[in-house]
């Protein structure tokens, strides 16, 4: 498959890539992407949610009635789940949610995302640009363009640029991210992928099995 790389200006340079089929262009697994996903969002959680049990609730221990002769149930503490006020039967603790996932299993799920963002024609490309300084406005400007203003976009960039990340900071459905940082769940996540030509160039020598 071959793309048309354009300006900032969302006009054609008049050069062309051809993406790899090998990354681009394979038959995806669904499963190896939703193993990917599921990672990417577990490690993602913090995991500090925690709550009182019965043992760690404060309160009197006394007998807060006579055992018998109400008719109701005995109750042997105000720290009785069952009262307001009490601890809480089976609560969450602290926990840790990562869990390892095999490289190639990654590798796999990362190429299948991106050979269906290929096919769903999801894809542009850019040519290498920077902003001399941080402004949203402009970086508006671009997505106007480009003619994708109103899609939640992914930009993807081979070195850090401070301006560009200000840049797209505030905007909701914007979103910037080194090559390196490519993951499956941000592919997926966005209705438009777009690489500089050196970004490209990046992923491609990353997920390349030569």
Same mark, same amino acid.
């Given at each position: 498959m071959e793309?048309?790389?354009h300006k900032i200006s969302g006009e054609e340079t008049g050069k062309k890539v051809k993406l790899d089929k090998s990354i681009f262009g394979i038959e995806p697994n669904d499963h190896?992407? $939703? #193993?990917?996903?599921?990672? $990417? #969002?577990?490690?993602?959680?913090?995991?500090?949610?925690?709550?009182k049990e019965r043992s760690d609730v404060m309160g009197s221990t006394r007998k807060i009635k006579r055992q018998k002769g109400t008719g109701t149930a005995r109750a042997g503490s105000i720290k009785n789940p069952l009262f307001r006020g009490g601890g809480r039967v089976f609560g969450p603790h602290p926990h840790d949610y990562r869990f390892k996932l095999n490289k190639k299993v990654k590798r796999l799920a990362r190429v299948s995302a991106l050979s269906y963002k290929a096919k769903a024609k999801g894809i542009i490309v850019l040519e290498d640009f920077t902003l001399e300084a941080p402004k949203t406005k402009k970086y508006l400007e671009?997505?106007?363009?480009?003619?994708?203003?109103?899609q939640k976009t992914l930009l993807v960039l081979n070195d850090t640029d401070t301006n560009v990340l200000l840049s797209a900071r505030n905007i909701p459905k914007a979103k910037v991210i080194r090559a390196e940082s490519l993951n499956t769940y941000e592919i997926l996540n966005a209705q438009k992928l777009v690489f500089v030509e050196s970004s490209l160039k990046t992923v491609e020598s990353m997920f390349s099995n030569k």
């Amino acid at each position: 498959m071959e793309l048309v790389v354009h300006k900032i200006s969302g006009e054609e340079t008049g050069k062309k890539v051809k993406l790899d089929k090998s990354i681009f262009g394979i038959e995806p697994n669904d499963h190896a992407i $939703y #193993l990917d996903a599921k990672q $990417y #969002l577990a490690n993602a959680r913090q995991g500090t949610h925690d709550s009182k049990e019965r043992s760690d609730v404060m309160g009197s221990t006394r007998k807060i009635k006579r055992q018998k002769g109400t008719g109701t149930a005995r109750a042997g503490s105000i720290k009785n789940p069952l009262f307001r006020g009490g601890g809480r039967v089976f609560g969450p603790h602290p926990h840790d949610y990562r869990f390892k996932l095999n490289k190639k299993v990654k590798r796999l799920a990362r190429v299948s995302a991106l050979s269906y963002k290929a096919k769903a024609k999801g894809i542009i490309v850019l040519e290498d640009f920077t902003l001399e300084a941080p402004k949203t406005k402009k970086y508006l400007e671009i997505l106007d363009n480009l003619k994708i203003k109103d899609q939640k976009t992914l930009l993807v960039l081979n070195d850090t640029d401070t301006n560009v990340l200000l840049s797209a900071r505030n905007i909701p459905k914007a979103k910037v991210i080194r090559a390196e940082s490519l993951n499956t769940y941000e592919i997926l996540n966005a209705q438009k992928l777009v690489f500089v030509e050196s970004s490209l160039k990046t992923v491609e020598s990353m997920f390349s099995n030569k």
